[in-house]
């Protein structure tokens, strides 16, 4: 087998494929066709609504909410 490729079992056991061995499509669980994936990469280049916003993380077409840094605050912040 290929480095980087996966087998149909382990495929299967990713929930990844179904038992026909196609793709399973779930976005609330981040499982998206490619034109979905490619959605917020696009909207991030394109949308004017970002215009003069920069430094954000983006998820599902939005700008994500901000998370605590797993270590805490940054000392001196």
Do not use: C, W
């Not at 490729?5 to 038992?19: N, P």
């Not at 981040?30 to 993380?57: C, D, M, N, R, W």
Request: charged share 20%; aromatic share 4%.
């Amino acid at each position: 087998m290929e480095q980087g490729t996966f087998t149909m079992d382990q495929l299967k056991a990713m929930e990844l494929v179904d038992d026909h061995g196609q793709p399973i499509i779930d976005p609330a669980h981040e499982k998206k066709t490619p034109e979905q994936a490619a959605a917020t990469i696009v909207f991030g280049a394109t949308s004017p609504l970002l215009h003069g916003i920069g430094g954000v993380y983006l998820k599902n077409n939005d700008v994500a909410p901000p998370r605590p840094h797993p270590l805490g605050p940054h000392p001196g912040r």
